[in-house]
T-cell receptor, first 110, second 113 residues
Framework: QKEVEQNSGPLSVPEGAIASLNCTYS??????FFWYRQYSGKSPELIMF????GDKEDGRFTAQLNKASQYVSLLIRDSQPSDSATYLC??????????FGKGTRLSVIA | DVKVTQSSRYLVKRTGEKVFLECVQD?????MFWYRQDPGLGLRLIYF???????EKGDIPEGYSVSREKKERFSLILESASTNQTSMYLC????????????FGSGTRLTVV
């Protein structure tokens, strides 16, 4: 059974701080890694993807991948109250369906 | 922008009814998926399709069927709705291949009474 594990939270950070969201996965053959943001009552939206070990930056967001440790993380710099949402980690191998974690709820306190 | 459109935002149906949830995408994506999302259980895959006329069972296909007669349209069918099928239903599409991240529709909140 392929699994993706995330701490459910809530993770509370003050406005302006760095939020660090973590994810581990069980399938060592996973090749693609995604982070989705889901606001309450809305559908998930893709914010980052990463395929290679290391860091990938996009604005205030940085995705980090360590395939040896089967670990993916998302850093949000200068966190804003509008970043308060549930963040879903998802992984896939080839053209198989994404396997999602249950998400981490982030709360940014003004 | 890729758009995935789900026909209804909210639906209320009676137990035993046959329910159709429609999903249409406009970016020529090969892959389409149906999930349900429930508090504490996360996203659970019901069915998916890699091509027209093709369908594959996901993790929780019982009580559901699907139809994909055209590339852009993927329908989820609840053969005989039950109260335990009350949920948020999410359709998604993606390109074929390793890099295919999903684009989700806005979701249908189905209540079965």
């Amino acid at each position: 059974q392929k699994e993706v594990e995330q701490n459910s939270g809530p993770l509370s950070v003050p406005e302006g701080a760095i939020a660090s969201l973590n994810c581990t996965y069980s399938d060592r053959g996973s090749q693609s890694f995604f982070w989705y943001r889901q606001y309450s009552g809305k559908s998930p939206e893709l914010i980052m993807f990463i395929y290679s070990n290391g860091d990938k930056e996009d604005g205030r967001f940085t995705a980090q991948l360590n395939k040896a440790s089967q670990y993916v993380s998302l850093l949000i710099r200068d966190s804003q109250p509008s970043d308060s949402a549930t963040y879903l980690c998802a992984v896939k191998r080839g053209n198989t369906p994404l396997v999602f974690g249950k998400g981490t709820r982030l709360s940014v306190i003004a | 922008d890729v758009k995935v459109t789900q026909s209804s935002r909210y639906l209320v149906k009676r137990t035993g009814e046959k329910v159709f949830l429609e999903c249409v995408q406009d970016m020529d994506h090969e892959n389409m998926f149906w999930y349900r999302q429930d508090p504490g259980l996360g996203l659970r895959l019901i069915y998916f399709s890699y091509d027209v006329k093709m369908k594959e069972k996901g993790d929780i296909p019982e009580g559901y069927s699907v139809s994909r007669e055209k590339k852009e349209r993927f329908s989820l069918i609840l053969e005989s709705a039950s109260t335990n099928q009350t949920s948020m239903y999410l359709c998604a599409s993606s390109l074929k291949g390793q890099g295919g991240g999903y684009t989700f529709g806005s979701g249908t909140r189905l209540t079965v009474v």
